[in-house]
RNA sequence: GUGGCCAUAGCUCAGCUGGUUAGAGUGCCAGGUUGUGGCCCUGGAGGUCGCGGGUUCGAAUCCCGCUGGCCACCCCA
């Protein structure tokens, strides 16, 4: 029989890695929380709909990297390639911002875009972020910045950089992209067949090529066309994050895929991190994007960060925690026939709230002790021939190689005081 | 989606130009201890050599296809 394998572009998280991933989460949840964020789940697939016109119909996202089926009514459905579309219908369309505004959210959860998988490039992967509905202010922008830039201090990740850039509204934007492609089209014959297409589909994108550098050096800049109420509003951003003493460099080049952007965009990425895979994540205000779906004009910003790639650079950079203990005691019998015995003690046990483990192999006790080692154990109960007799056990302290008999009543107060 | 490299025990890997029953380290199990651990000694189990086809007297080794991983593009987290 073909042993089955995880799907392509999916990993499992085993146990040896849990105590890393929840290092991250929680950090995560402790600072957006701090901010005064909580938590928001919504479904992990989506009316196909949601993300053609959220994300854009003709982004590389929704033309070819969705995971997309239809449910048996023929509805089509897709698997959600990013969360800001998905909480946005969630959040605008529970009208929660006639409640409490801004409204701010925090999540983490799986992601799933179809590309070709490598190193910190899969299938599935897992986004933590925050989204702030509700209000159009350079502050929030700033804020969301700071809850992103004091999660890697957190995590005490160091090599990080930080871009900003604004985009300009619908129509800065459309004004933008009608320079470029001004500018771009008398070169069009030399261009890169990459870029050829990108002046077809996303005039933005043109910006990010490498081989065509010398004509993105002279190209237009986006902040020529912008508004005077979005640079205003960009310079505010700045001085706000200048006064939060954000790091925070413009990069006038910086683009974002996703149409629903607009003013205010960001990225965090890393010096270690290989090649085209260096963005830990970014952001960005998407004041649009309710009115994309249908829901009422509400503006929003925030941000999405890639778990497995934050855990990759945490690793190199040795920050991430090693694999804790999986128990405090472990119990057995010096042979099977006290079996009974040990596990009511290793129930004894539980209920005063310690991790304990009942061994219940037929191995020697050498083999158990060293068993305890293992699990990282700080006690062991050994309940043998004799201790059942007199209604005791042998409780030994695994880091200071002592041990003692005591009566069964007493068993969770000697284990207590070698746990504490 | 395009191109390149790779795939041998649970893990890390060796196996030269095709040639007997495919190895090491580590991990696992057991013995060394008639009821006491992290070291040590001895032994054992464990491999469809990723999968399928082909060439050959003979394939882990050569060829093709598939699957998966990695890398570079594309793009992004």
């Not at 974002?256 to 990225?267: H, I, M, Q, S, W």
């Amino acid at each position: 029989m073909a042993e089955i394998a995880a799907p392509r572009g999916t990993k499992d998280i085993l146990p040896a890695e849990s105590t890393a991933w929840r290092w991250v989460l929680e950090t995560h949840r402790r600072v957006a929380e701090s901010f005064g964020y909580r938590p928001i789940e919504t479904p992990i697939f989506e009316s196909t709909e949601l993300f053609a016109r959220a994300v854009g119909a003709d982004t590389d996202i929704v033309e070819k990297q969705m995971f997309t089926f239809e449910d048996r009514g023929g509805r089509s459905l897709s698997m959600r390639p990013e969360s800001t579309a998905g909480v946005t219908r969630a959040v605008v369309g529970a009208r929660l911002d006639q409640e409490i505004r801004p409204v701010r959210v925090h999540y983490a959860g799986p992601m799933f875009r179809a590309e070709r998988p490598q190193a910190g490039r899969q299938h599935q992967f897992t986004q933590l972020g925050i989204e702030c509905i509700g209000e159009r202010s350079p502050a929030l922008d700033v804020e969301i910045v700071e809850c992103a830039w004091r999660f890697f201090g957190e995590l005490r990740l160091t090599g990080l950089h930080l871009q900003v850039n604004s985009l300009g509204d619908a129509d800065d934007r459309g004004h933008y992209r009608a320079a470029l492609v001004a500018y771009y089209t008398p070169f069009r014959s030399r261009l890169c067949d990459d870029c050829k297409r990108r002046l077809e589909s996303n005039p933005l994108r043109l910006l990010d090529c490498k081989k065509d550098a010398d004509l993105v050096e002279a190209a237009p800049m986006i902040q020529e066309s912008l508004s005077a109420h979005s640079t205003r509003f960009f310079d505010d951003v700045q001085a706000g994050l200048t006064a939060a003493r954000i790091p925070a460099e413009v990069n006038p080049r910086l683009v974002r895929g996703l149409d629903y952007y607009a003013d205010t965009v960001f990225e965090v990425w890393h010096e270690h991190l290989q090649g085209a895979q260096n963005a830990l994540g970014g952001g960005g205000r998407y004041d649009g994007l309710a009115e994309l779906l249908g829901l009422p004009a509400t503006p929003g910003t925030g941000y999405a960060l890639g778990v497995e790639r934050i855990l990759i650079v945490a690793r190199q950079l040795g920050l991430a925690p090693a694999p804790e203990a999986s128990s405090d005691v472990l119990v057995c019998s010096v042979e099977p026939a006290q079996i009974d015995g040990a596990a009511a003690a290793a129930r004894g046990l539980r209920a005063s709230g310690a991790r304990v483990v009942l061994d219940v192999s037929d191995r020697r006790l050498d083999r158990k002790l060293r068993a305890a080692d293992r699990l990282g154990a700080r006690a062991a109960v050994i309940v043998g021939e004799q201790e059942v007799a007199a209604e005791s056990a042998v409780v030994r302290d695994l880091v200071a190689r002592s041990q003692q008999t005591v009566p069964n009543a007493e068993l969770g107060e000697a284990v207590e005081r070698i746990l504490r």
